[in-house]
């Protein structure tokens, strides 16, 4: 029995990397060929397409009958095109921890991506944030993680398994335990993420700091991210989740919906130029949401928002 379970789990990881590479590559490629809604409009919903590859799930829609995995993301999004160069994004986000099964994870983040020609194939991008991932973990508590994709799912490498994530720290190593976490309740817990390219070297580097300034963790050499090389980037922020069916759809945030003040939060956003400057995000940006369970609100001028919902089955 032992070994069936570790296969699963084998398995289900297997999936997870390409349905979670998918959802952001359809994210991209949805908000890439659309109008933006502008300030109060609320949130956009737009089809998933989900025949770019027939292998892989798209974002809260099922390939086919068959299909129990399923993923829903709640996003803002910067794109390139508006004159602005940016390279990496610096927010903080509140931290939150849930008892979640092995079939389901719940994450928060920043995403740093270039789609190349639109197919998972072609995809380099760079991640990190906060997540539950009883799977990847064997534990139900809250990780601060790092990734990295090349040229899709068969290049992609969290935290410190596999080699390429150049860790500079002595403090901290991607996939260590977030502790304590928020009460909802009670007094909030937070990480300060700042994800960036280096304009001398062209390494992108990941700093992190627990309810404080971030400090670097580590890089990732430009080497192993030749789409990134260059290259015009997308920068992606909010929530993530996956589940598989039976089990329903885990909370995402804090759990609780973002009309509520209790929810979860990013804020102090900043993008970063390709000089290394900091621009201080005080204007709405494009938002998705695929599922009724999770929600978004518009970022206010001193850049802030509220994200996330309960569980839910769908």
Same mark, same amino acid.
């Given at each position: 029995?032992?070994?069936?379970?570790?296969?699963?789990?084998i398995e289900?990881e297997?999936?997870?990397?390409?349905?979670?590479?998918?959802?952001?590559?359809?994210?991209?490629?949805?908000l890439?060929?659309?109008?933006f809604?502008?300030?109060?409009?609320?949130n956009?919903?737009v089809?998933?397409?989900?025949?770019?590859?027939?292998?892989?799930?798209?974002?809260?829609?099922?390939?086919?009958?068959?299909?129990?995995?399923?993923?829903h993301t709640?996003?803002h999004?910067?794109?390139p095109?508006?004159?602005?160069?940016?390279?990496?994004?610096?927010?903080r986000?509140?931290?939150?921890?849930?008892?979640?099964?092995? @079939?389901?994870?719940?994450?928060? &983040?920043?995403?740093? !991506? /270039?789609?190349?020609?639109?197919?998972? #194939? =072609?995809?380099?991008? *760079?991640?990190?944030?906060?997540?539950?991932w009883?799977?990847?973990?064997?534990?139900?508590?809250?990780h601060?993680?790092?990734?990295?994709?090349?040229?899709?799912?068969?290049?992609?490498?969290?935290?410190?398994?596999?080699?390429?994530?150049?860790?500079?720290?002595?403090?901290?190593?991607?996939?260590?335990v977030?502790?304590?976490?928020?009460d909802?309740?009670?007094?909030?817990?937070?990480?300060?993420?700042?994800?960036?390219?280096d304009?001398?070297?062209?390494?992108?580097?990941?700093?992190y700091?627990?309810?404080?300034?971030?400090k670097?963790?580590?890089?990732?050499?430009?080497?192993?991210?030749?789409g990134?090389?260059d290259?015009?980037?997308?920068?992606?922020?909010?929530?993530?989740?996956?589940?598989?069916?039976?089990q329903? @759809?885990?909370?995402?945030?804090? &759990?609780i919906?973002? !009309? /509520?003040?209790?929810?979860?939060?990013? #804020? =102090?956003?900043?993008? *970063?130029?390709?000089?290394?400057?900091?621009?201080a995000?005080n204007?709405?940006?494009?938002?998705?949401v695929?599922?009724?369970c999770?929600?978004?609100?518009?970022?206010?001028?001193?850049?802030?928002?509220?994200?996330?919902?309960?569980?839910?089955?769908?």
């Open positions: 029995m032992s070994l069936l379970v570790y296969n699963l789990d289900m297997k999936a997870h990397k390409q349905i979670t590479l998918l959802g952001v590559l359809l994210l991209a490629n949805t890439t060929g659309g109008c809604p502008s300030d109060g409009e609320g956009w919903t089809p998933w397409a989900s025949e770019i590859h027939p292998k892989y799930y798209a974002s809260g829609e099922k390939l086919d009958s068959d299909s129990q995995d399923v993923v709640t996003t999004i910067w794109l095109g508006d004159g602005n160069k940016y390279y990496g994004m610096e927010a986000l509140d931290v939150y921890g849930f008892a979640l099964e092995s @079939s389901q994870v719940s994450e928060a &983040g920043i995403w740093i !991506i /270039n789609r190349g020609d639109g197919q998972t #194939s =072609s995809m380099n991008g *760079i991640m990190a944030g906060w997540h539950i009883p799977s990847l973990y064997k534990d139900s508590q809250t601060f993680f790092t990734s990295w994709t090349s040229a899709g799912a068969d290049k992609d490498c969290k935290n410190m398994r596999c080699p390429g994530f150049q860790k500079t720290s002595t403090s901290i190593t991607p996939g260590d977030i502790s304590p976490v928020s909802i309740n009670g007094n909030k817990q937070s990480i300060t993420l700042r994800l960036f390219k304009k001398s070297t062209g390494n992108w580097h990941i700093h700091g627990f309810n404080g300034a971030p670097p963790v580590g890089y990732i050499p430009k080497s192993l991210l030749p990134l090389i290259k015009p980037v997308e920068i992606i922020f909010g929530g993530y989740v996956y589940h598989r069916k039976p329903p @759809s885990p909370p995402m945030g804090s &759990g919906d973002p !009309i /509520n003040g209790k929810a979860a939060s990013f #804020s =102090s956003l900043k993008l *970063i130029d390709e000089d290394g400057n900091d621009h995000v204007t709405d940006l494009p938002l998705r695929d599922n009724p999770y929600g978004i609100t518009n970022i206010v001028s001193d850049g802030y928002f509220y994200y996330g919902g309960p569980s839910c089955v769908d």
